[in-house]
């Protein structure tokens, strides 16, 4: 007959701060997906707003089409760049706030593997596949 109740000795004890330090590392995990997502479209918007500024100076006409909304509107040349310059500045500020959040979050997840990892080593997997 077998004896029932003995641990096979891998199991090991999750305590409330290693469960609180796991569910931290999945939301920086989650954030960090986002944040990658955020970043590749602020670029896009970046470069697209680039390339609509030096089609802009290439531009003959005084009066352009420019998108507001769901509608184009005829409006002057020179606020056209101002408003793509604003634009452009903006999106570029969002972009480098973006990344420093994402140093910042890859530093923070890089501590808790260390702690996790100490504790658990082979039991638990925080690597992506």
């Not at 305590?15 to 989650?30: A, K, L, P, V």
């Not at 420019?66 to 500020?93: L, N, S, W, Y």
């Not at 959040?101 to 923070?108: G, T």
Request: aromatic share 6%; proline share 1%.
């Amino acid at each position: 007959m077998q004896q029932q109740g003995k641990s096979s000795g891998s199991e090991m004890e999750v305590t409330w701060q290693d469960q609180q330090n796991i569910n931290t590392f999945s939301r920086f995990n989650n954030r960090f997906h986002e944040l990658e997502d955020e970043i590749k479209f602020a670029k896009e918007k970046c470069d697209n707003l680039e390339d609509a500024g030096n089609e802009l100076i290439l531009a003959d006409e005084e009066m352009v089409r420019f998108q507001i909304g769901e509608v184009f509107a005829h409006v002057p040349k020179d606020e056209v760049e101002t408003r793509i310059e604003e634009m452009k500045e903006a999106t570029c500020k969002t972009l480098e706030k973006l990344e420093q959040e994402k140093e910042s979050l890859v530093s923070q997840m890089a501590e808790l593997k260390k702690v996790l990892y100490a504790k658990f080593k082979d039991s638990i997997n925080l690597e992506e596949d």
